[in-house]
């Protein structure tokens, strides 16, 4: 199977014919320290989505906060701050 290549002016013109040519806001929650270069590898992702115009503020937590989280309901966990 033939994975997609990193083409960041592909990726600007698709945000750009979705309605977004500036990008947008989002967050991006991490687990930190479950596994090996989690933290790393999802600030990686974070700068390859600031090339493009997306900007996401990363939120690291410890594994079972980060489940915590996750099971939260929607309305709650979107208020939530580290």
Same mark, same amino acid.
């Given at each position: 199977? $033939? ?6 002016? $592909?990726?600007? %013109? ?5 309605? /977004?040519?500036?990008? /947008? ?6 687990? %930190? ?24 503020? &990363?939120?690291? /937590?410890?594994?079972?906060?980060? &489940?915590?989280? &996750?099971? %939260? ?5 979107? %208020? =939530? =701050?580290?």
């Amino acid at each position: 199977m $033939k994975g997609y290549g990193y083409d960041p002016a $592909k990726a600007k %013109k698709l945000l750009a014919d979705a309605g /977004f040519p500036n990008g /947008f806001d989002i967050g991006l929650w991490t687990p %930190k320290g479950r596994y090996l270069k989690d933290y790393e590898l999802a600030q990686a992702v974070q700068q390859q989505l600031a090339a493009v115009g997306v900007k996401a503020k &990363l939120e690291a /937590f410890e594994w079972g906060a980060y &489940l915590a989280q &996750l099971r %939260k309901p929607k309305d709650e966990s979107s %208020k =939530s =701050s580290t």
